[in-house]
Every structure is written in C-alpha cells, then in structure tokens.
C-alpha cells in the first residue's frame, strides 16, 4: 500500500499527489481494488488519474452522464436538462473545440469557412447548464454505476453514450495495422471531425493533376449521400481552379444514394462530365496506400491522391465495454431498439450513429433523436415509459457551388419496418435549397450549443 | 440565473415568476422579461400612410416589425376568412386563444417570423419561412407556412398550428385592432409562445451588426411599416 502510494506520487501531478494522500485510505483503497469492468472480469488494480473522484462539485440531483460531445450527445446533455432541471448533467468530451461533420465538405470547397463549422463546449455547457468534463471515457462499471474517466470517475445514476463511429479498415482489405494508420493518415476518409477534413482540404490545395479517389463504404455509413456531394463539390474545385483531374467515385452500390440518385446523376452529368468518373456496381478487393492502387472485382485503379471512406462500424470504446453487438455487422450498441437502453440496463444508453437501427447516420437525425431520448431518460427517472417518436432526418446535399445549389431530402422512419416514410424531396438543383442549406446548420448549431 | 435584461427606457421589467404575465392573452410574455404595456402600432405603407387591409395582396408576402425594430412578423391575406377563436397549445401545452383573421373578409393574419422549431428568420438577409400559396417540395398541402431550413410547416389559417415537421407549438400570433371604417390595422400584441428572448439570445451578434450595438432592442413607437418580402430581404428562398 505506501510503496504504491509513494510510486503513485512519482506519476501524479502535485495537486494529484496532495489529492490523494488527503483522502488516503479511502483513496488508497480505491487504488488496490480491482476495478470490475463492465465485460464483467476484474482488470488489474489501476492507480493513477481515473482512480479518484473527478473534479466535480457534488451532485445536486440525480446525475447523468453523457459520454461524447457531437451532434447526438450535445442535444442530449441540453434537453436532458431541460426536460428536467432537477438532473445533475455531465458531458464527457476530450476535443477541445467541436468541429462539425455536417456541412465539412462545403468548408473543403471554400463554401463555408472552418469557424462556421467550430463551437465552443464552453458555450454548449454554459448556456445548457451543465458541466462539460474535457475527458474521455475509460471503464465502466454498471454494477456501482460508476464511469471511469480519463479526469476521474462520475457516480451516475443515468449514462448515455453517443461516441460515434469508427473505421473498419479490414472492411476494404486493409488489414496490417501499419497499413492502417499509413491510410488514416495520409487518404483519411474525412468523417469523424477536425484533422481528416483538414487534411483532405490541404490535398485539393495541393492537387495538380492525376486522379483523386473517392469511395462509398458498403453497410450504413455515415452520411449517405456525402461522398456525392464530396465528388460535386472536389469537381467544382477542378472546375473553378481550372485543374485537370479526375474524380473517380468507386460505389458498390448501383446508384448513388436512393432518394437523391436523380440529383446526383444530374449534377455529374451536367455539371461534371469532364471531372467525374463514376463507377458504381464496384466493389473493392484491397486497397495499396503505398503503392497508390486500389483493386476492385474488375481492375486494378491507380490514384494520384484520395479520401478513402472505408466501412463504418460502433466506435470501439462500446466493444471495449462490453455494450456492443459482436453478431451485428458493424458491431454497433446492443440496445432496445426503440428506448435506447442497454438490454435489461435502463440506466445506460447509447445513441447517434452507434445505433444499429437502419436511421440515416447524420447530424440531424442524431439531434432529432436526442430530443426523444432525452425524454425517455427522463420518463424513466420519474418510473415512466412514453411512446416510440421517430427520428426526422433532413439532409441537405450541395451539388454546386458556383452558384450555390443544393438538392434534398427529409423523412420520417416507420415504426415496424424503420423504412423512409413522410418523405419530402426536392431533387432539382436550386439556389433557394442552397441558401436553406447553410441555414439547415445554422439551426442545428443553434439547438445544440 | 439569469441575468437581468433591463432597458434603459423602463418599458422593460425584471420578470421573475412569468406565470402572472403569461395569463393575460394580449400582454406580450416573455420568460426573462415582461412588458407593462405592447406597444400599439398602427400598420402603415412604404411612405407612412396608414395600410388599408384590402390593399394587401392575397397570398403574398409581407413583412412588418413588431414590437422591437428586429422582431419581423409575417402579414398574409388569406384567400377566404379563417376560423374564430381557435383553441391552440403552446410550448407548455397550455391552451390559448387565436381569435382568427381580421380584415373584412377575415382573412388578414400575422405571425412572428421566427420558427418555432429552431429560430430560422425572415431578416435582412434572406427569409427562410414564408408563405406558399401552392403545395411546394416540403408541404403536403396548399396554403401553408414552410420554414426552409428543416422543413417545419404552419398553417396559417389555423393560428400557425404545426402540419408537418419538427415544430412542436405554433407560431406567436399578432394581435389586431381592426377599423371597419378606415380598414387599418393596429398592432396591439403577441399571442402564444414568444422567442423574442430565445431569438435575441441566438442572434445578438448578427443584430448588433444589422442595428448598431444594442439597437436592435429598441422598440417601435406609433407605427410599423409593412412591406412586400421581396424588399425587406435580399434573398427569399422559395422552398
């Protein structure tokens, strides 16, 4: 017990150490008990940061965690409260600045500025009326209803987890883990937020000449129709900065995603023909980042450079703590797929794009559904149940920049089959959707921070 | 807590409780503050002459401040008289009155351009909830109000109930005072629930911009003028 305490002064921090020696036994004791995962199986004593209480003023009310700060956690985090201003809320995010998915691949075409798609968790916490703890989670132990956190660990009486999404790499033949971060780091596919999109910005500066690949993963991605309006939108780059490349788009699919295939196929005809080179019904094999090539069923395709999207599957952390479906393809949250909860947990949930129901994976769909669950969490708080509310996705996709013109979508899901229903569309390209695209995430900015 | 919002011209109390303001139909309501008195402003033209309810065009567009010099509302002429003293919800579910349309036809009606759902505005720069006298891509019938930026629709023959989308209480409502005689319209207050607060909040650094620090909180005195949507923004996104 001291030799550990006495190492653990070497590792932490003053403040740390200080912490720690004047709540001694206690957190001494916490230190050497082996800490009881959610797999169930006890991991090795861990001493250090996550090991102490975080740095939280005492609940004032039932606490709920929201693990993730994008568009489903930081919906959650603000209605929770308002659904109930009693609740003690506590979002755990370790970015320090939110950067949105949605609308990035305006910003890569000089649309939108990248401050248009930055917020501060300061504001979204400030103004929602809960703690924002800039951390990530590490363990969870659903027994004691204790999250381990990287700044310490929360007693909760409600979890939520919206951690998004991760790569599957294997999912395009992409297996040697060397390999792996060779292609995240230099073709990132540019769907969680911040550096990827970046990056890919940076390569359109660069390009001058050749072929840039895109791909479209097979399963439900993240965002369906934007590696569409990714090809529009790197075509009127080419176009506007008069370079002479090629866009090849590899789809397994037959057409681009279902409602707005017409929109799409407008667009690369009539705007894109000579940049452009759609290939759908393709599947590929294997991808050589080194070598530059990617091998479909057909052919063997070289590329100058690329944003490779492989398929997407439940971030890791919910494999990690047990909360995954390891039968389901993407391995995405084993919940009720209508209330959200862990199967027989409900004092944790998962949502957003972790979900496996067939929803649209976006930004608004995961703010739509926010608004539900909150009063979900909320209903089972005060011993309640409520009826099943479908998420609305609305999806605005711009297929040209000069002018603006965008085309869209939104919907409804049904209750049984989770299939589109309410659908309204409007395919035809219009300056009118182009302006409401830019105010389309506005207003999602606006109900989340 | 938040902070006191108190103007320097004294109209503006420091509302604690809200539930006494909230009772009185025609007072303007807000959560964080309360008027003693909305303001009463007769509707005017361009050039400051009273408006004539039978000279607005049905179905089209117009757009007039109430109360503040920021707040837009939309005017409509529908093309027949609305229902009376319609019994709507707001964001508390709890019921008001919409006493319908005024006018001699009854067809006259106003409401806060400011969307329920998530705040999109009719403002200088462009308008994003409008009225559309045709079935357009995002709503499933005629004659309805379409908010643009995710597809909330209102039906203004109703008090603005919600038909479709993601809004889940209405429209705030204007409040007329109409003269049979002169056939002018009087402004006299908002009815349902009000976002002046929520929109202020969410826009104060655009308005600061628009209006000058501050100015954009300053209310209208004695009239309002009402003008075609086509000139009061630079753009309006038909959607």
């Given at each position: 017990?001291?030799?550990?305490?006495?190492?653990?002064?070497?590792?932490?921090?003053?403040?740390?150490?200080?912490?720690?020696?004047?709540?001694?036994?206690?957190?001494?004791?916490?230190?050497?008990?082996?800490?009881?995962?959610?797999?169930?199986?006890?991991?090795?004593?861990?001493?250090?940061?996550?090991?102490?209480?975080?740095?939280?003023?005492?609940?004032?009310?039932?606490?709920?965690?929201?693990?993730?700060?994008?568009a489903?956690?930081?919906?959650?985090?603000?209605?929770?409260?308002?659904?109930?201003?009693?609740?003690?809320?506590?979002?755990?995010?370790?970015?320090?600045?939110?950067?949105s998915p949605f609308l990035s691949n305006l910003f890569i075409d000089d649309v939108l500025?990248?401050?248009?798609l930055?917020?501060?968790?300061?504001?979204?916490?400030?103004?929602?009326?809960?703690?924002?703890?800039?951390?990530?989670?590490?363990?969870?132990?659903?027994?004691?209803?204790?999250?381990?956190?990287?700044?310490?660990?929360?007693?909760?009486?409600?979890?939520?987890?919206?951690?998004?999404i991760?790569y599957n790499?294997?999912s395009i033949?992409?297996?040697?883990?060397?390999?792996?971060?060779?292609?995240?780091?230099?073709y990132p596919a540019g769907f969680k937020p911040?550096?990827e999109i970046?990056t890919i910005k940076?390569k359109l500066?660069?390009f001058?000449?050749g072929v840039f690949l895109l791909t479209v993963p097979t399963g439900n991605y993240r965002c369906l129709p934007a590696p569409y309006e990714r090809a529009c939108l790197i075509g009127d780059y080419f176009k506007k900065n008069?370079i002479?490349g090629k866009i090849v788009l590899l789809d397994p699919g037959e057409k681009p995603f279902a409602p707005k295939a017409p929109g799409f196929l407008a667009a690369f005809s009539e705007l894109y023909k000579d940049y452009i080179d759609y290939k759908p019904s393709t599947t590929i094999?294997?991808v050589?980042?080194?070598?530059?090539?990617v091998?479909t069923?057909f052919?063997?395709i070289?590329f100058d450079d690329a944003a490779i999207y492989p398929r997407v599957?439940?971030?890791?952390?919910?494999?990690?703590?047990?909360?995954?479906?390891?039968?389901?393809?993407q391995?995405?949250?084993?919940?009720?797929?209508?209330?959200?909860?862990?199967?027989?947990?409900?004092?944790?949930?998962?949502?957003?794009d972790?979900?496996?129901?067939p929803f649209s994976k976006s930004g608004n769909t995961a703010?739509?559904?926010?608004?539900?669950?909150?009063?979900?969490?909320?209903?089972?708080?005060?011993?309640?149940?409520?009826?099943?509310?479908?998420?609305?996705t609305v999806c605005y996709s711009m297929v040209n920049a000069h002018p603006e013109e965008s085309i869209m979508v939104a919907a409804?899901?049904?209750?049984?089959?989770?299939g589109f229903?309410?659908v309204q569309l409007d395919n035809k390209r219009s300056a009118a959707l182009g302006k409401a695209n830019h105010?389309w995430g506005?207003?999602l900015?606006?109900?989340?921070? | 807590?938040?902070?006191?919002?108190?103007?320097?011209?004294?109209?503006?109390?420091?509302?604690?409780?809200?539930?006494?303001?909230?009772?009185?139909?025609?007072?303007?309501?807000?959560?964080?503050?309360?008027?003693?008195?909305?303001?009463?402003?007769?509707?005017?033209?361009?050039?400051?002459?009273?408006?004539?309810?039978?000279?607005?065009?049905?179905?089209?567009?117009?757009?007039?401040?109430?109360?503040?010099?920021?707040?837009?509302?939309?005017?409509?002429?529908?093309?027949?008289?609305?229902?009376?003293?319609?019994?709507?919800?707001?964001?508390?579910?709890?019921?008001?009155?919409?006493?319908?349309?005024?006018?001699?036809?009854?067809?006259?009606?106003?409401?806060?351009?400011?969307?329920?759902?998530?705040?999109?505005?009719?403002?200088?720069?462009?308008?994003?909830?409008?009225?559309?006298?045709?079935?357009?891509q995002?709503?499933?019938?005629?004659?309805?109000?379409?908010?643009?930026?995710?597809a909330?629709?209102?039906?203004?023959?109703?008090?603005?109930?919600?038909?479709?989308?993601?809004?889940?209480?209405?429209?705030?409502?204007?409040?007329?005072?109409?003269?049979?005689?002169?056939?002018?319209?009087?402004?006299?207050?908002?009815?349902?629930?009000?976002?002046?607060?929520?929109?202020?909040?969410?826009?104060?650094?655009?308005?600061?911009?628009?209006?000058?620090?501050?100015?954009?909180?300053?209310?209208?005195?004695?009239?309002?003028?009402?003008?075609?949507?086509?000139?009061?923004?630079?753009?309006?996104?038909?959607c």
């Amino acid at each position: 017990m001291t030799s550990r305490r006495q190492d653990s002064s070497k590792q932490l921090g003053r403040r740390q150490f200080l912490k720690l020696s004047g709540t001694s036994a206690l957190a001494a004791a916490t230190a050497a008990t082996a800490v009881v995962s959610a797999t169930g199986s006890a991991s090795a004593a861990i001493s250090g940061r996550t090991n102490r209480p975080a740095d939280l003023p005492k609940a004032t009310g039932p606490r709920c965690v929201i693990v993730g700060g994008g568009a489903s956690g930081l919906t959650l985090a603000k209605y929770l409260k308002k659904e109930n201003p009693k609740f003690d809320v506590v979002m755990v995010e370790p970015n320090y600045l939110y950067m949105s998915p949605f609308l990035s691949n305006l910003f890569i075409d000089d649309v939108l500025d990248a401050s248009f798609l930055q917020h501060s968790f300061c504001d979204a916490a400030r103004k929602g009326n809960y703690f924002w703890l800039q951390g990530m989670l590490i363990d969870l132990d659903r027994e004691k209803k204790r999250a381990y956190t990287s700044e310490g660990y929360i007693d909760y009486q409600f979890i939520a987890l919206a951690p998004g999404i991760d790569y599957n790499y294997a999912s395009i033949g992409i297996t040697d883990p060397a390999l792996v971060e060779y292609c995240k780091l230099n073709y990132p596919a540019g769907f969680k937020p911040g550096s990827e999109i970046f990056t890919i910005k940076d390569k359109l500066g660069r390009f001058e000449r050749g072929v840039f690949l895109l791909t479209v993963p097979t399963g439900n991605y993240r965002c369906l129709p934007a590696p569409y309006e990714r090809a529009c939108l790197i075509g009127d780059y080419f176009k506007k900065n008069k370079i002479k490349g090629k866009i090849v788009l590899l789809d397994p699919g037959e057409k681009p995603f279902a409602p707005k295939a017409p929109g799409f196929l407008a667009a690369f005809s009539e705007l894109y023909k000579d940049y452009i080179d759609y290939k759908p019904s393709t599947t590929i094999k294997s991808v050589d980042p080194i070598k530059k090539t990617v091998t479909t069923e057909f052919d063997t395709i070289s590329f100058d450079d690329a944003a490779i999207y492989p398929r997407v599957r439940g971030a890791k952390l919910l494999e990690d703590l047990g909360l995954a479906d390891m039968k389901s393809p993407q391995l995405e949250a084993d919940i009720d797929p209508y209330k959200y909860f862990c199967k027989g947990d409900k004092t944790c949930y998962v949502t957003g794009d972790a979900r496996p129901m067939p929803f649209s994976k976006s930004g608004n769909t995961a703010n739509s559904e926010a608004h539900f669950v909150a009063k979900v969490i909320a209903a089972a708080e005060a011993g309640k149940d409520i009826d099943w509310m479908s998420p609305q996705t609305v999806c605005y996709s711009m297929v040209n920049a000069h002018p603006e013109e965008s085309i869209m979508v939104a919907a409804k899901y049904d209750e049984k089959t989770f299939g589109f229903t309410d659908v309204q569309l409007d395919n035809k390209r219009s300056a009118a959707l182009g302006k409401a695209n830019h105010e389309w995430g506005a207003g999602l900015y606006r109900d989340m921070f | 807590m938040q902070r006191p919002n108190v103007s320097r011209r004294g109209f503006v109390k420091v509302c604690g409780g809200m539930a006494l303001a909230a009772a009185a139909s025609n007072r303007l309501v807000e959560p964080s503050f309360a008027l003693d008195a909305a303001p009463r402003l007769k509707l005017v033209d361009k050039a400051g002459k009273p408006l004539k309810a039978g000279a607005l065009e049905a179905h089209a567009n117009y757009i007039f401040n109430y109360p503040y010099v920021s707040t837009p509302c939309l005017l409509l002429r529908l093309g027949a008289a609305t229902p009376r003293n319609v019994t709507r919800s707001d964001a508390e579910k709890a019921a008001y009155t919409w006493p319908g349309g005024v006018g001699k036809d009854g067809a006259v009606v106003a409401y806060m351009a400011i969307c329920a759902h998530g705040l999109s505005y009719d403002g200088k720069k462009a308008s994003f909830i409008t009225y559309h006298k045709a079935r357009s891509q995002l709503s499933a019938t005629e004659r309805t109000i379409t908010c643009c930026a995710h597809a909330a629709t209102y039906d203004p023959a109703n008090g603005a109930a919600v038909m479709s989308g993601p809004a889940e209480f209405p429209l705030a409502a204007v409040q007329f005072e109409y003269d049979a005689a002169s056939d002018e319209l009087t402004a006299v207050g908002l009815i349902g629930t009000v976002l002046i607060d929520k929109f202020f909040d969410a826009y104060r650094g655009d308005l600061n911009t628009e209006f000058g620090r501050g100015a954009y909180r300053e209310l209208l005195k004695d009239r309002t003028a009402v003008v075609p949507i086509a000139e009061y923004s630079e753009e309006v996104p038909s959607c």
